[in-house]
Structures are given as structure tokens and as C-alpha cells.
């Protein structure tokens, strides 16, 4: 008898053989059997995993939500500052970078093929003259990179699947991230592929077996002196009348065995014995650690985590790294050297990704408001309210009146005595 594709008896002796408690070697088999149907994880099958799917939509919808500005170091009382740039050609640019993709889309589907890629790629459409005008993304699966060995230059040529046409560096916009090759970026999928193919073999385990209602296997057996079946047909045919009798929400029919057979013998898998639900747990840790996505993200949670470190890190250790990334591939990219030699800068804006609860939110903006690090006006900015007049003190600094600069003397009462501890009013 057969059961997904594979031989009840083979299986029944690699139980008794390997200890029926360790399911890895049961989900290897399961792997070896479904590799026909799943064939190789691909940067574009791998979505069927869900700590992928999870791992790419966390990460792809908070880029998506930061905005991108262009900004014009400057410097204001002797220190570095920036200015935004909101009419620079390159910030229209990045507001619509086609006509066919809004900046959430465009930042969305960017980051989502970064993340699962390790690369990306942008035709840079200029029209006629002037500056770039269009960002037209091309799929890095027909996109290939080549170096000049005596220029060091790089070439990439695009395999539209109906023709094929090289473009030199100038033209394409490459975001990458760690190469073997030095140029191109590597896939983390790729590099894991046999710990996401696990995975999907063990969701697809799990939805196979309990679409057939978590009947356990079952062996049958002849009773002592009858010979069996004459013929694999008879066999084959009594197989298959089986499965259809009972498989799925059949199972609960009465069931009469045919003449000189005994009863069949059940080999269940306890998911807690098996350790099902361990080695899934495991291979999302696995997943999460190969693309430097905090365990919590993808579900995988334990009393010890402290979810809002976890936020923290998550935009430390992940977003941040990817941003970083596609900065410093739109300043080499996008900006004239003129551009890069006067000290315009792109920067993505993190706050909302960054951004903590209201009440954590306004306690610290009150702190940085009442020890003079921040304005009204500052503040309703990050608030995204507008501002207030100057009138009103929309631009006022603060600092508390029993506070002095070190080294300062004491302020002076009217009587001439210098009043204790910098106290800003009489006792």
C-alpha cells in the first residue's frame, strides 16, 4: 500500500529503525519525496515559506513608509547641519520614480526583491536631456553583471526574454548587498535554500496530513497462511479502493476487511513526540538568523523577549542596514558629481518607523523640550502639525531657571547676594 507517494511498509521500518520520537528523519524523507513537486527554493518560490513571507512584508512595508528627502549639508554656529531640498531634481525623483508606481509601491517592490535577491536593479530613463527622469525597475533574475578585467568597469545586460542589450553602469541604478564576486550581491535565500525547503516540506506535511483528518498511517497485514494478494494489480487496486473509502472526511465510515486479512495496524506521529512543532520553531529561528530579522517579527516568540527591545532592534540591526544601503547606492547613482562635491546627501526618515507609543513618544520629546534641545515648532514638526508663529514663541528655546552654564557665575539677587544653588527665584 502507498500513502503520499510513499511505501507504508519502507516507512513503518525506518520507524522502528530510526525511533519513531525523531521526526527530522521522517521530514527528510518527506523533503526527498516532494522534491518533484517542489522543486529547488528560488528567490521566488521561497514567498511559499511563511518566515520568508513574514521576514519580506515586515521589512519591505516600514521602508516602504519612510519617506526619502535630499539634503544640502550646511553648517549653522560652527556645526554640521542639514537643509531639505524639496525642489532638487533627483527629491522629485525618488517622490515619483515612475509613472507607473507610487513611492510605496516602488520603495515596497524595491526592498522585497533586495531582500530576496540580495540585489536590485534600475534602468535610469533620462529622455532626451537633462536629468533622470525615470526609475524603471528590471527583475534581477535577467539581469547579469560582468567586470572588465583591465578597466574594472562593469557591464550589465538585460535578457528581456525576447532580446538582450547591454548597458553600461552609467545607465543602471545597482543596489547590492554582501558579494562573493565582489559586484553582484547574493541571494540569502539562495545561500539557505535547504533550510527554507524544509520548511515548506513540513507546511506542506502538516497540511496533507491534517486534510486527511490526521488519520495515521496504517499497515496491513495477512493472517498467518494466506499467501496475499495474487497480483500487484490486486494489490494496487485494493489501495486505491482504500483511499478513496476512507481518505479524508471519509474516515469515520465502517470498515469490513476483506477475507483471510487482519486489522490494520496504526503508526501514529504525535506532533509533541515528533517533535513537529520544535523543528518548525527551530527553522524559523534558522530563517529569522540568515536575514537578520529578530525572532519576534516572524512569530517566533517566548516569554524572555521584550517585544519593544525587539522593535528597537529591528530598526537598528535590520531596516537601518538596508536603508544604508540604497543611500549609498542613490548618491553614487543619481547625483552628479557637482551634486556629491557640494554636499548634497539622500536620506530616508525613519520616525515612523522609529517611533515609540504616544505617551512614550511625548515624554521624551517633553525632556528634550525642557532641557532646551527642542522648539515648539520642532516639535509639532515631528508631530507633522504646523507650525506657530514667532509670536507665539514657535521658535523659543527654554532652559530651566536653576540651571547654569558650568563655569558661568551664580545669578545675582537684587540685594547683591548670589542666590544658592543657581535658584532662579527668591525662597
Not at 65 to 93: F, I, W
Not at 335 to 364: C, H, M
Request: charged share 25%; hydrophobic share 35%.
Amino acid at each position: 500500500m502507498k500513502l503520499f507517494g510513499l511505501e507504508i511498509r519502507r516507512v513503518m521500518q525506518g520507524l522502528k529503525e530510526e525511533k519513531q520520537n525523531q521526526f527530522e528523519s521522517v521530514l527528510q524523507r518527506i523533503v526527498a519525496a516532494q522534491q518533484g513537486t517542489l522543486g529547488p527554493v528560488t528567490p521566488e518560490s521561497c514567498m511559499q515559506s511563511p518566515t520568508v513571507h513574514a521576514i519580506v512584508t515586515a521589512v519591505s512595508r516600514r521602508i516602504a513608509l519612510s519617506p526619502v528627502h535630499v539634503y544640502q549639508k550646511t553648517t549653522s554656529n560652527g556645526r554640521d547641519a542639514k537643509e531639505k531640498l524639496p525642489d532638487h531634481p533627483v527629491a522629485r525623483l525618488l517622490a515619483r520614480p515612475n509613472s507607473f508606481q507610487t513611492r510605496a509601491d516602488y520603495w515596497g517592490d524595491a526592498a522585497s526583491r533586495f531582500l530576496r535577491w540580495g540585489r536590485y536593479f534600475a534602468f535610469k530613463s533620462r529622455g532626451t536631456t537633462g536629468p533622470i527622469r525615470e526609475l524603471l525597475p528590471m527583475h534581477p533574475q535577467t539581469v547579469s553583471v560582468k567586470q572588465d578585467p583591465k578597466t574594472w568597469a562593469l557591464t550589465y545586460r538585460w535578457n528581456s526574454g525576447t532580446d538582450s542589450q547591454d548597458y553600461q553602469q552609467s545607465k543602471i541604478h545597482h543596489v547590492r548587498g554582501p558579494s562573493r564576486d565582489g559586484f553582484t550581491g547574493d541571494s540569502p535565500v539562495e545561500d539557505v535554500q535547504q533550510a527554507i525547503a524544509l520548511e515548506i516540506a513540513a507546511e506542506s506535511f502538516g497540511a496533507s496530513f491534517f486534510a486527511n483528518g490526521a488519520t495515521p498511517f496504517l499497515v496491513f497485514n495477512f493472517l498467518a497462511g494466506i499467501k496475499g494478494f495474487k497480483t500487484a494489480e490486486e494489490e494496487k487496486q485494493f489501495t486505491e479502493d482504500f483511499q478513496n473509502a476512507f481518505n479524508g472526511s471519509k474516515r469515520f465510515r465502517a470498515m469490513l476487511n476483506p477475507p483471510g486479512m487482519d486489522k490494520p495496524t496504526p503508526i501514529a506521529i504525535e506532533n509533541d513526540k515528533a517533535q513537529f512543532l520544535q523543528t518548525r520553531e527551530y527553522q524559523r529561528t534558522v530563517i529569522a538568523g540568515a536575514f537578520g530579522v529578530p525572532p519576534h517579527l516572524v512569530g517566533s516568540l517566548s516569554p524572555a523577549f521584550n517585544v519593544e527591545q525587539k522593535d528597537g532592534d529591528f530598526s537598528l540591526y535590520v531596516a537601518m542596514p538596508i536603508v544604508q544601503t540604497f543611500e549609498a547606492a542613490m548618491e553614487r547613482d543619481l547625483l552628479t558629481d557637482a551634486d556629491r562635491s557640494g554636499g548634497v546627501i539622500i536620506r530616508f526618515n525613519l520616525d515612523s518607523v522609529l517611533r515609540a507609543d504616544f505617551k512614550s513618544r511625548q515624554e521624551g520629546l517633553q525632556i528634550q523640550r525642557q532641557n532646551g534641545a527642542l522648539s515648539p515648532n520642532e516639535w509639532r514638526e515631528i508631530e507633522g502639525k504646523n507650525p506657530i508663529s514667532d509670536e507665539d514663541g514657535g521658535d523659543d528655546y527654554i532652559r530651566p531657571a536653576n540651571m547654569v552654564v558650568a563655569g558661568d557665575p551664580l545669578p545675582v539677587k537684587p540685594n547683591g547676594a548670589a542666590r544658592p544653588n543657581g535658584q532662579g527665584a527668591e525662597a
